[in-house]
C-alpha cells in the first residue's frame, strides 16, 4: 500500500516540477526583456566623423568639483574607549578607529580571555583588528571612513579634525554602559558631516 503511495508522490512531484519548468522557460521566452542589440551605427559615424574631428577641438573633460575649505584648526584628539570586552582608539583626523582591540568573549557557555595568533604564555598579543598595513595606507583603510565619488570631498572628509563632544581623553565604560560621542565637521564650502 505504502509503495503506490510513494509511486503517486513521485509522480505528482515530477508532473509539477515540469510544470514549473515549462512555466519559467515560458515566460523567459515570452516576457523577459531582451538584450540590446550591438550598436553597429558607431563604425560608421565614427568614419563619417574622422574628418570633422580634426576640425573641431576635442571637449574639455570636467574635473571633479574642487572643494575650497577653510584651514584646519581643529586640534588632533585621540580618544580611547575601554570596556570589559574591548579597547578602541577614535582618531579625530577623520574621525575614524585607528585601534580595536577585543579583551575577551563573554558568552552565557564561558567567559574566556582573547589573544591573538601566535601567542604564548610567556608572550600574549593583544587581538588587534585594525592592522599596521591598512593605517599606512593613503587613504587609511580603517573602520568609520567614508568615500564618495569626488576626490576631493574624499580628502576633506578623511583627512581634516573633527570637533568632539567628548573632553577627556579616555572613556571608561562598565559592563553593559553605553555613551555615545559625536565628531562632527562643518566647512565653509558647505560640507557637514557627523559620526
Known amino acids: ?5 510513494n509511486q503517486g508522490n513521485q509522480t505528482r512531484f515530477i508532473t509539477a516540477a515540469v510544470l514549473c519548468m515549462l512555466v519559467l522557460f515560458g515566460w523567459s521566452y515570452f516576457f523577459a526583456p531582451k538584450p540590446k542589440p550591438a550598436d553597429n551605427s558607431n563604425t560608421a559615424t565614427n ?4 574628418s570633422v574631428a580634426q576640425s ?6 570636467q574635473e571633479p568639483s574642487a572643494v575650497t ?17 574591548y579597547q578602541v582608539t577614535l ?7 585607528t585601534s580595536w582591540i577585543l579583551i575577551r568573549n563573554k558568552t552565557p557557555k564561558e567567559d574566556r580571555p582573547l589573544w591573538a595568533d601566535g601567542s604564548t604564555d610567556a608572550a600574549r598579543k593583544p587581538l588587534e583588528l585594525i592592522s599596521p598595513e591598512a593605517l599606512a595606507k ?6 568609520f571612513r567614508l568615500s564618495t565619488d ?15 563632544s567628548e573632553g577627556g581623553e579616555t572613556i ?14 562643518t566647512d565653509a564650502s558647505g560640507v557637514e558631516v557627523k559620526k
Open 138 to 143: 593613503t587613504p587609511r583603510e580603517v573602520p
Open 69 to 85: 575649505s577653510t584651514p584646519d584648526n581643529t586640534p588632533n584628539r585621540s580618544i580611547t574607549i575601554k570596556s570589559p570586552l
Open 1 to 5: 500500500m505504502e509503495s503506490s503511495n
Open 56 to 61: 573641431t577641438p576635442a571637449p574639455q573633460i
Open 47 to 50: 568614419a563619417n566623423t574622422a
Open 91 to 97: 582618531d579625530s583626523r577623520g574621525a575614524v578607529a
Open 172 to 185: 571608561q565604560l562598565a559592563d553593559g554602559q553605553e555613551k555615545q560621542i559625536d565628531f562632527t565637521l
Open 150 to 164: 569626488d576626490p576631493n570631498v574624499n580628502a576633506l572628509i578623511n583627512d581634516r579634525n573633527y570637533s568632539v
